[in-house]
């Protein structure tokens, strides 16, 4: 199995630029969670989807955030306008359904807005 | 909701020591705790899971301890090596919902 694919692994763009985070999950798995991590923040959850759906989007921190999943194995989080604020590592993290099944996260998305 | 606290935030031990690292949760309902160990520039990556229905887990090195009363789980590294050095999240799930909430992470430094 491959794992959880993104892409890009890294991304350097200047500020108000569209930015747009790529995510294959696992196959048959369900669940799709998009995570932001900073040294000041920690992990945060920003998204999941459940079946292609979004369940949870408490975490998306404003509207210039949105994120898509439009089949089983693909999700794009996308950042319009960027600001230097929203550098980060982004991570993609994905799931079967099942009581209490595994976790597991790609290999994220450095992100660093000038 | 849920909320996972973590401690210490920083552990330093040699070679061939023990370390432990401590995690609190908030809601009774949650009954999955897994940890995860991430490398600089690394994915963070399960190293062990523990359901609510049991109290201990090893994995040769590795244990990890659940009590369910006072609503804590621990960490139990044996034996520790400079490859140990890493950052830990511990985390929780509760049993209505599908995601993770995770503690601030320990940055776990083996001194050779």
């Known amino acids: 199995d491959a794992g959880v694919i993104q892409s890009p692994r890294h991304e350097v763009t200047e500020m108000g630029q569209e930015v747009t985070l790529r995510c294959k999950p696992i196959?048959?798995?369900?669940?799709l969670f998009w995570y932001r991590q900073t040294m000041m923040r920690g992990l945060e959850l920003l998204i999941y989807?459940?079946?292609?759906?979004?369940?949870?989007d408490s975490g998306m921190p404003e509207d210039r955030f949105s994120a898509k999943m439009p089949n089983a194995s693909f999700s794009t989080l996308k950042i319009q306008p960027s600001e230097p604020r929203d550098s980060a590592v982004y991570f993609c993290?994905?799931?079967?359904?099942?009581?209490?099944?595994?976790?597991?996260f790609g290999d994220g998305t450095r992100l660093s807005i000038l | 909701g849920e909320n996972v606290e973590q401690h210490p935030s920083t552990l330093s031990v040699q070679e061939g020591d023990s370390a432990v690292i401590k995690c609190t949760y908030s809601d009774s309902a949650s009954n999955y705790f897994p940890w995860y160990k991430q490398e600089l520039g690394k994915r963070p990556q399960l190293i062990i899971d523990i359901r609510s229905n049991v109290g201990e887990k090893k994995d040769q090195r590795i244990a990890v301890t659940l009590n369910k009363t006072a609503k804590h789980f621990s960490l139990h590294i044996t034996e520790t090596q400079p490859e140990d050095s890493a950052v830990y999240f511990c985390?929780?799930?509760?049993?209505?919902?599908?995601?993770?909430?995770f503690g601030s992470g320990t940055r776990l430094q083996v001194q050779p």
């Open positions: 989807f459940n079946n292609n759906v979004p369940i949870d």
């Open positions: 993290a994905s799931r079967q359904t099942g009581v209490n099944q595994p976790q597991h």
């Open positions: 985390a929780a799930i509760e049993a209505g919902r599908r995601a993770l909430t």
């Open positions: 196959s048959g798995h369900d669940y």
